[in-house]
């Protein structure tokens, strides 16, 4: 524990702090014990002007001073002081940023951390990397002096330790470096760099995480470099024991690929026309999606939305979930290079037909099943009808589809042609398994009707067979109206 004075401290080196040392931090604090004097100089330090104070005392080298002592004898309380207070002294101060790099702050701190007696304390190690991560802020000079410290093997060393507690200033550390240098993001994915990203990965995998700046890190590796396949098959075995043959399991999938699904989904869904999605990437997800779609054959009726718990079933979501806005972000940007773009690149590779196909042998909507009378089946729906795997796997096929074919004629003609139309007319409904179905029923109607008039004429004539022939239509309570000067139609409700 903290000693009482500069004597008492005295047990717990085998090379005492200097006097020179003890006497600034005693003066400065107007104590005369350690433990106090750090404390004392842990809260002067949380207020800006405080910091500056200190700065100007030059106070940081003496606490490098006491890490550069024989820390396997010193006190972990003193230690995690120490850490908090250089943290603290760190935080958007310059000149303490500076003098860290100065009086060769990233050796001391790097050299304790990874000591073995004090990498078992996850706590320290979690303090020593924020100071690491306020001094990386500082610029690319610090950035180069903690990267060249650390990579790869101190990051992967660290990354091992399998927490959150750790693995979130890791993250830190390394997005900072890697951002104001953005070569290294290439040296991160590369052979050596590659071994931390998927321990970080397998770690928020299992333990979570607190700080978004992993989906900043995988966001830049996996989207913006277009890593995505690199890092996916890295982690495809990740969690089967080395005694297992990985042949018999080449369509499975593991929980880390589940989670890097997730994180990307969600990543793709919040920054909806800020990432530019690479074709490479597309494909690769749709690759991942058609590989995925053969859990289909033994599904069962989902209880949840994603996650499902059912690792095939969430590869499968969240797949489609990053087709629809990988399509959505191709969109919004418009009709730029319209011939090469990630959408029409999908498309050549039957995306819409594959879609269709998938959405019809899906069991009708619950409210459709019940207007369909069929002798042979009392609740509507085909023997081998599949029912979704997932609450909410109807609505992101259909919204997959209306993004794809918002202005795009040649999908609107590909939907009339595979008779498309009536099939997407039956998904305007409310659906308790499908949240928001009849709102991207809606769209995607809305999108193959618009400026179509073949289009329009197919939904007209059904309109016209009768609800007898056609329930779907009367039992939505919608009809379409074409506007007589633009020609264009509209879904509306009946009054």
């Not at 959505?328 to 940007?333: L, V």
């Not at 290079?337 to 039957?350: F, G, I, K, Q």
């Not at 949240?435 to 008039?453: A, D, T």
């Amino acid at each position: 524990m903290g000693g009482s004075g500069s004597d008492d401290n005295a047990p717990f080196l085998k090379k005492p702090i200097s006097e020179e040392t003890l006497k600034l931090l005693f003066d400065v604090s107007n104590s005369n014990n350690l433990e106090n004097s750090l404390e004392i100089l842990i809260q002067t330090s949380k207020s800006s002007s405080g910091r500056s104070n200190l700065a100007s005392k030059t106070i940081l080298p003496s606490i490098l001073n006491i890490l550069q002592s024989q820390t396997s004898l010193l006190d972990h309380h003193i230690l995690s002081l120490c850490f908090k207070l250089l943290r603290n002294l760190c935080a958007g101060e310059i000149l303490n940023q500076n003098l860290f790099l100065q009086f060769h702050g990233v050796v001391t701190v790097v050299s304790t951390i990874l000591r073995s007696e004090v990498v078992s304390d996850l706590m320290l190690v979690r303090w020593g990397l924020q100071v690491l991560a306020n001094v990386s802020l500082a610029g690319k000079q610090h950035q180069k002096a903690i990267w060249e410290e650390l990579f790869p093997l101190g990051f992967l060393s660290l990354a091992r330790l399998g927490t959150k507690e750790v693995s979130d200033p890791l993250c830190i550390v390394i997005y900072v470096c890697c951002d104001g240098n953005p070569q290294w993001f290439r040296e991160l994915y590369s052979h050596n760099g590659l071994p931390v990203v998927v321990e970080i990965v397998t770690t928020a995998s299992s333990a979570s995480f607190g700080e978004d700046w992993i989906k900043l890190l995988l966001s830049r590796i996996c989207l913006e470099e277009s890593q995505l396949p690199v890092l996916f098959s890295k982690l495809q075995f990740k969690d089967i024991l080395d005694c297992e043959d990985t042949k018999s399991r080449d369509d499975q999938f593991s929980s880390e690929q589940v989670f890097l699904l997730q994180i990307l989904s969600e990543i793709l869904n919040q920054r909806i026309g800020d990432v530019t999605i690479s074709k490479d990437v597309a494909l690769f997800v749709y690759g991942i999606f058609k590989k995925s779609i053969g859990v289909l054959e033994q599904a069962v009726r989902g209880k949840s939305g994603l996650p499902s718990g059912i690792t095939a079933v969430d590869v499968l979501g969240y797949s489609l979930t990053m087709l629809r806005d990988i399509c959505a972000h191709d969109s919004i940007r418009g009709d730029e290079e319209d011939a090469n773009n990630v959408v029409d690149v999908l498309l050549s590779y039957s995306l819409v037909e594959l879609l269709l196909i998938l959405l019809g042998d899906l069991e009708p909507p619950a409210i459709i099943r019940k207007g369909i009378k069929q002798s042979d089946n009392q609740d509507g729906a085909n023997c081998s009808s599949k029912p979704c795997p997932y609450k909410g796997f109807r609505r992101d096929i259909v919204a997959l589809i209306g993004n794809c074919v918002h202005r795009r004629k040649h999908v609107q003609d590909e939907i009339r042609s595979r008779n498309g139309i009536l099939l997407l007319l039956q998904q305007c409904v409310t659906d308790e398994d499908n949240p928001y179905l009849r709102e991207w029923g809606l769209w995607c109607v809305r999108n193959i009707l618009e400026g179509n008039e073949e289009n329009q004429k197919v939904v007209s004539e059904l309109q016209l067979q009768g609800s007898a022939d056609v329930p779907e239509i009367s039992a939505l309570g919608l009809r379409v109206d074409i506007d007589p000067k633009t020609r264009r139609a509209k879904l509306v409700n009946v009054p």
